[in-house]
């Protein structure tokens, strides 16, 4: 029986949304990694992102970081999301979801300070277990490039990979995030919205194992 399932097929499904993962007796802070390359749509992604959990009415702080200029180079954006005010001006290093748009970034710096428990969503068609040699995290994949260009928008794969977080964190509510890609979108909204529902849809998630010998993403 192969380990890869769809989200809602994993027995102990990942809680890492707000209303589940607390800590002290309250939802815990959530915390976000998002890296790719200059002109993937990074950036934006953690825009929209942000954009629709501050419209499910939490609170949300985020920031970005570049390796230069140039078309090609690693961005990185950092997301928090809580029920509470946020007063951390920190960056993330332990972050709770990573979210990486090329997959030949994985390793450091993208894995720095993730744990066992740590999520690591990657634009890729191949399945989550050709990346477990890479840490015990729970890895998942979706094809953004292959829904991107079924829905007509080339290799735009911003949409994909946020529904394919929305599925597999379960926030925010595919709904908000459909609108808010819908009304951001400068062209091809419906096609933007529709990558999104396909995404959250389609991504795999690899079910839960023991530990064992890993390398580490430290």
């Given at each position: 029986?192969?380990?890869?399932?769809?989200?809602?097929?994993?027995?102990?499904?990942?809680?890492?949304?707000?209303?589940?993962?607390?800590?002290?007796?309250?939802?815990?802070?959530?915390?976000?990694?998002?890296?790719?390359?200059?002109?993937?749509?990074?950036?934006?992604?953690?825009?929209?992102?942000?954009?629709?959990?501050?419209?499910?009415?939490?609170?949300?702080?985020?920031?970005?970081?570049?390796?230069?200029?140039?078309?090609?180079?690693?961005?990185?954006?950092?997301?928090?999301?809580?029920?509470?005010?946020?007063?951390?001006?920190?960056?993330?290093?332990?972050?709770?979801?990573?979210?990486?748009?090329?997959?030949?970034?994985?390793?450091?710096?993208?894995?720095s300070g993730a744990g066992p428990g740590t999520?690591?969503?990657?634009?890729?068609?191949?399945?989550?277990?050709?990346?477990?040699?890479?840490?015990?995290?729970?890895?998942?994949?979706?094809?953004?490039?292959?829904?991107?260009?079924?829905?007509?928008?080339?290799?735009?794969?911003?949409?994909?990979?946020?529904?394919?977080?929305?599925?597999?964190?379960?926030?925010?509510?595919?709904?908000?995030?459909?609108?808010?890609?819908?009304?951001?979108?400068?062209?091809?909204?419906?096609?933007?919205?529709?990558?999104?529902?396909?995404?959250?849809?389609?991504?795999?998630?690899?079910?839960?194992?023991?530990?064992?010998?890993?390398?580490?993403?430290?």
């Amino acid at each position: 029986m192969s380990s890869t399932q769809t989200p809602d097929g994993v027995p102990g499904r990942p809680a890492l949304s707000l209303g589940h993962n607390t800590k002290g007796g309250r939802p815990k802070l959530l915390e976000i990694r998002i890296m790719g390359r200059g002109g993937q749509g990074a950036q934006m992604a953690g825009e929209v992102l942000a954009e629709a959990f501050f419209a499910e009415g939490k609170y949300v702080q985020a920031f970005s970081s570049y390796g230069g200029a140039r078309r090609g180079t690693a961005v990185l954006t950092a997301i928090r999301v809580d029920d509470r005010p946020i007063r951390l001006r920190s960056d993330i290093d332990n972050p709770d979801v990573v979210v990486c748009f090329d997959s030949s970034l994985i390793g450091p710096p993208l894995l720095s300070g993730a744990g066992p428990g740590t999520m690591v969503l990657l634009n890729s068609g191949l399945e989550p277990e050709a990346f477990k040699e890479w840490g015990d995290h729970r890895f998942a994949t979706v094809d953004g490039i292959a829904i991107a260009q079924k829905n007509g928008l080339g290799r735009i794969v911003n949409s994909a990979v946020l529904g394919a977080f929305a599925r597999i964190v379960g926030a925010p509510d595919l709904d908000v995030l459909a609108k808010v890609i819908y009304d951001v979108s400068p062209a091809k909204k419906p096609g933007n919205e529709q990558c999104a529902r396909d995404g959250y849809e389609m991504v795999k998630l690899m079910a839960p194992r023991s530990r064992g010998q890993v390398r580490s993403g430290r």
